[in-house]
């Protein structure tokens, strides 16, 4: 019986080898063509189009695609727009074979790329070749449905219809929903995948603010906070005004060298506590602040993330920032005392402090330094931090490795040394809704990126132009003020980016650098627009509300708004002379 199995066994093995032998000899007789074709999808602004779908059709007919997951029909372009194709052909179909890749994506027009045999590169049974491919936009339901879904929620956050993060929280998932829902059905209501949604959230934004919130989270157990708050008042000796004019130059200079979002993260408690003392609302002080600290970091390639944007695209440097942009920056801050001292008039008249001396006194027992020690410490990583910041292009490094990486050890000695409570800390003091608020931002901004909503504004700008510098300044700024107002301001810049380098380039007298100081100044000046327009407004508004004294966004529209207008006038200004 056992030799019966062996025998059965052997026989089985050796029809197994003869069957492989003679699968291997056809191989060898009718071997076949790998075909390798490679490139990058670009659309008309010249920046990669990532999630494009390729397909490989043979003689009008479609054809398999050779991947790691085996024998696919289709494959989708990289997060940088390239792609990779291989597939195998007969030698007897390969040599008169009509070969056609065709590239589709929704927002975008289809497109077509043909090739015969001739057109590749051979080697050995191998043949390879490279080809780009240019999709221009189609304004399809897609977009359409995401436009809508923008405006909609920038409504009820405006009308304070909704909370700002569960209005932004609707909206971001809507888009995901229909992309999921009527997008699988028709891919014309595909608006943003999952992976590009969660690539379009800024993560070095969020870990910044996460770092600097935990940051100050600590420092308010020393009292700090309180002893500036107290210092201040000294020095304004009770006059609100003069209180306000100290406030905004401090936050405006060190914006310029710090970046706006730290320095209202660091500086807004001191300003509550300082309202508070005076018994008045934190909200006559904070706003004019935040539109401060928004000129302050337009003046510097490390003030706001535009600029360094900017910087890095068009190779300018510290010096050529501070040389063009300073200066109309002081001309905006000094209009904007001006501008706050008007439009506060009445509360400036009304807020006065009776028995000066007295009150500083009792502030000065009430607001002392609790704990030098963790203080000490605390500016030391402080410091540390800052130089970081300052430093980050030569490291080559993201502005929130250091901010975590300080707010870890800072967070550690308080543990360690029993003055810090972790989950009172990270209840208490971490602004999670704002938090959330930009995570579901960068969604939605994402969204609108992704069906062409942007791209639409920027070859508007690059129409209208027409080889016009006057025209082509004022397009710049003014488009970029005003978008920037309503969206956030990186997508927005690296959309233009292209298209102010391709207008420098072909525009006499653009060569001096002009448009990218339109650019610059529209971008970063536009955040005082809306109270969602630069990230240091929501990052203040979030520490506001949480003290009890939340901002409205139409409060904040009626004082930002027609500063904003002003300001970018002054810059147009600036700019044409």
């Known amino acids: 019986m056992k030799s019966n199995k062996s025998l059965i066994f052997i026989l089985a093995v050796f029809f197994l080898l003869m069957l492989t032998r003679f699968n291997s000899a056809e191989e060898i007789k009718n071997p076949q063509s790998s075909f390798f074709i490679s490139g990058t999808v670009f659309d008309s602004h010249q920046e990669p189009v990532r999630e494009a779908r390729l397909r ?44 056609q890749i065709e590239v589709t994506k929704n927002s975008y027009r289809s497109a077509e790329l043909e090739f015969g045999k001739k057109d590749f590169a051979p080697q050995n049974q191998n043949f390879f070749t490279v080809d780009n491919v240019e999709l221009s936009r189609s304004l399809g339901p897609a977009f359409y449905i995401a436009t809508i879904i923008f405006l909609l929620t920038y409504l009820l956050i405006s009308f304070d219809i909704l909370h700002r993060t569960v209005a932004s929280m609707l909206g971001a998932t809507t888009m995901l929903l229909t ?76 914006s310029a060298f710090l970046d706006n979002v730290t320095t209202m993260l660091l500086y ?92 500083i006194q009792t502030l000065k027992k009430n607001c002392r330094i609790k704990d030098p020690i963790l203080l000490r410490y605390g500016l030391l990583i402080i410091g540390v931090v800052i130089a970081f910041f300052a430093s980050h292009g030569f490291w080559k490094m993201e502005v929130c490795i250091p901010a975590l990486f300080g707010a870890g050890v800072l967070f550690a000695y308080g543990v360690l040394t029993k003055k810090i409570k972790i989950f009172e800390l990270l209840e208490k003091d971490i602004e999670w809704s704002t938090l959330l608020f930009f995570v579901f931002l960068f969604i ?36 970029s003020a005003i978008m ?69 966004f139409l409060d904040f529209m009626k004082y930002g708004f027609i500063f904003m207008l002003i300001s970018v006038a002054i810059c147009n200004l600036w700019l044409l002379i």
């Open 56 to 99: 490989v059709l043979v003689n009008g007919t479609p054809h398999k695609i050779i991947s790691s997951q085996g024998e696919v029909d289709l494959v989708e372009t990289s997060s940088h727009g390239g792609y990779q194709i291989e597939f195998r052909l007969p030698p007897d179909t390969a040599e008169t074979a009509r070969i």
């Open 484 to 552: 920037s107002a309503f969206v956030d301001n990186i997508p927005f810049t690296a959309t233009m980016l292209p298209i102010t380098a391709y207008l420098t380039n072909v525009i006499p007298g653009a060569e001096t650098g002009v448009l990218w100081w339109a650019l610059a100044l529209g971008a970063c000046l536009g955040g005082n627009g809306t109270l969602i327009g630069a990230s240091a407004n929501v990052v203040t508004m979030g520490i506001s509300e949480s003290a009890g004294h939340p901002i409205r």
């Open 268 to 359: 807004t408690p001191v300003t509550i506590e300082i309202a508070l003392a005076m018994k008045i609302s934190p909200l006559i002080l904070l706003i004019p602040e935040v539109m401060a600290s928004n000129i302050g970091g337009t003046a510097t390639l490390i003030g706001d993330p535009p600029n360094i944007m900017i910087g890095s695209y068009a190779g300018l440097t510290f010096m050529q920032f501070v040389k063009n942009l300073a200066p109309v920056c002081l001309i905006c801050l000094v209009v904007l005392v001006f501008y706050d001292r008007f439009f506060h008039r009445k509360q400036y008249a009304l807020t006065q402090i009776k028995n000066i001396d007295e009150f």
């Open 179 to 254: 992309t999921y829902t009527l997008g699988t059905l028709n891919l014309d209501y595909r608006i943003i995948s999952f992976e590009r949604a969660i690539g379009a959230v800024d993560m070095n934004v969020i870990f910044l603010l996460l770092g600097m919130m935990i940051i100050v989270g600590v420092l308010k157990h020393t009292g700090v906070f309180q002893w500036c708050a107290y210092m201040s008042f000294r020095i304004s000796r009770g006059n609100l005004f003069i209180l306000s004019l100290i406030s905004m130059v401090f936050v405006a200079v060190t």
């Open 444 to 479: 939605i901004v994402g969204a609108v990126e992704e069906a062409g909503l942007l791209s639409l504004v920027a070859d508007y700008v690059l129409k209208l132009s027409q080889g016009n510098l006057t025209v082509a300044v004022c397009l710049i700024l003014w488009v």
